[in-house]
């Protein structure tokens, strides 16, 4: 298969993927794929669904209506083979905090039941520069430290997709930068597809091939960033942010 | 189902109690303190010459099995609360792990829990008061078994709930299992109870056994009645709580209480 042929086919297909909380809609019908090799960043302000959407797409929320399909396998139905391939970072979650950062690795290495576990836990703890963290307590971790913990467990197991939620958020710039450089490589050299949020404009830019904006639950824009920003008739995506984001919230 | 994935788990469970003092304590100390009180107990009716036939097998007997079906509900209960309390629920069920293999991992590891506390309190009651629960023989072993599955169906029972209600159930995974105690008639035969609470008791697999083990004692023959029922009745309720854990389950993921649950 040609390589264009292999970087349009999805490896993620939404469709018309609906959540309701008793009266309340998170997440309001939409439909997008992702494709191979692709990152696709995720926009809105807090409420827009980002979250809950990411939360379906990993099977820990059940959708109201709409299917979700990873690898041509419908999520409802091949939970396990599709989870396998798939793996998620968030500043909004944690890692056990009595065990150590490399103890936390190994649980996570067999539950995805890796091989050679010694060696990538070397290989992801040398590639995020966590030499001198390795055998710390997790509760010892500042929140920078933590953030990068909850990518390499992502990263270790090699998913197809990754589903990064807010995953720079707390960390100094210095590690940002070095975090940005190595998904962005690492994303090139496996082919991996990623669903990317960040509050962060610049950031989104920079990494996103592709954004939607989600306001309300409902996709509001879609499209690469110079052809959101062109739309809406603003200066950069952070003024389109905040005028999609002031439109949600009301004067 | 895979063995991989709950030997990751237990691996996890291992690691936590491998640095953790009160974890320890709870296999070491409680059980400790429990054995110290009541022997000391039997020691004074034996002393007074109350008349409870056999009062050190008795109330040192059906302490240890008492622990035996508590160790196993906790082993089961509090796992849960160890990965609510450290939010690893969301890094447990985004994998591949699956719902049965995260309850035989749980229950793998209250039979682990069961047979630290059950084989240290023997040693204890061995050291202390010359009290050897070997003596009752093979015939207590059916019995033995048949509590660990009881203190299974509690543990998921309880799971259930705090999955459903969060933290402010969290207390039961300590509290639930003496809901069932009167009932289960652990230091005291069954026909004490009033009727009613008779026909109660004979619908709940541990007054069965406990009868059972008063039988063993006093008899020495297994009471084949008594294990029957319990193993039936066990097995029963085994899979309702069973069904019913999959099915709360699924109700947290349907609310998005799943990824809130300890919030």
């Known amino acids: 298969m040609p390589a264009s042929d292999s970087m349009a086919s999805p490896v993620v297909e939404v469709r018309n993927l609906t959540k309701r909380f008793q009266g309340f809609t998170a997440v309001d019908n939409i439909s997008f794929d992702i494709k191979k090799g692709e990152i696709l960043g995720l926009l809105g302000p807090n409420g827009a669904g980002k979250t809950t959407t990411i939360h379906m797409l990993l099977g820990l929320i059940t959708p109201t209506v709409g299917s979700i399909h990873m690898f041509g396998l419908d999520l409802a139905t091949h939970r396990e083979t599709i989870l396998q391939q798939v793996n998620f970072s968030s500043t909004y979650i944690s890692m056990p905090f009595s065990l150590t950062v490399e103890e936390n690795l190994k649980v996570i290495a067999r539950l995805y039941e890796l091989k050679h576990i010694q060696q990538r836990i070397d290989d992801i703890v040398k590639k995020l520069e966590m030499e001198d963290i390795r055998h710390r307590l997790t509760r010892k971790l500042s929140s920078g430290q933590m953030s990068r913990l909850t990518l390499a467990k992502a990263i270790m197991t090699e998913p197809k997709v990754l589903f990064l939620d807010e995953p720079t958020a707390s960390l100094d710039p210095d590690i940002v930068n070095k975090i940005k450089s190595f998904l962005k490589e690492y994303q090139r050299s496996e082919g991996l597809s990623i669903l990317y949020t960040s509050h962060n404009m610049r950031e989104m830019e920079e990494m996103s091939d592709r954004i939607i904006f989600l306001q309300r639950g409902k996709i509001v824009a879609e499209g690469t960033a110079p052809e959101i920003i062109h739309r809406y008739g603003q200066r950069d995506l952070e003024e389109v942010f905040l005028k999609l984001a002031r439109e949600q919230n009301g004067p | ?263």
């Not at chain 2, 237990?10 to 009180?37: C, G, N, Q, T």
């Not at chain 2, 995260?102 to 050291?127: E, H, N, P, Q, R």
């Not at chain 2, 050897?132 to 023989?137: A, E, S, T, W």
Request: aromatic share 14%.
């Open chain 2, 1 to 263: 189902m895979s063995l991989g994935r709950i030997l990751a788990l237990l691996s996890r469970h291992m690691y936590l109690y491998k640095r953790s003092f009160a974890r320890l304590l709870e296999i070491f100390y409680w059980p400790f303190l429990d054995l110290v009180v009541w022997g000391f107990i039997t020691v004074y009716l034996e002393k007074v010459g109350m008349p409870v036939h056999g009062a050190v097998t008795f109330f040192l007997g059906a302490l240890i099995l008492w622990d035996v079906l508590f160790r196993a509900q906790q082993g089961i209960a509090v796992s849960f609360l160890e990965e609510m309390w450290a939010r690893n629920l969301m890094n447990l069920f985004a994998s591949p792990l699956t719902v049965g293999e995260y309850l035989v991992a749980t229950m793998t590891m209250s039979v682990l829990k069961v047979t630290a506390v059950g084989g240290l309190m023997m040693l204890f009651a061995w050291v202390f008061y010359s009290y050897d629960i070997l003596l009752m023989g093979i015939s207590l072993l059916p019995f033995v078994l048949n509590l660990v599955v009881s203190g299974w169906i509690i543990g998921v029972l309880t799971t259930s709930i705090i999955m459903r209600f969060g933290q402010q159930a969290e207390v039961l995974a300590w509290g639930m299992v003496f809901l069932f105690q009167p009932i289960s008639c652990v230091f005291y035969p069954i026909d004490v109870l009033p009727p009613v609470l008779q026909s109660i008791a004979w619908m709940v697999p541990p007054a069965h056994i406990f009868e059972g083990m008063r039988a063993v004692l006093t008899t020495g023959m297994v009471p084949v009645t008594h294990l029957l029922w319990s193993t039936g009745l066990n097995f029963g309720f085994l899979v309702i709580i069973v069904a019913l854990f999959y099915h709360t389950f699924n109700v947290c993921k349907d609310r998005g209480m799943l990824v809130r649950v300890g919030e």
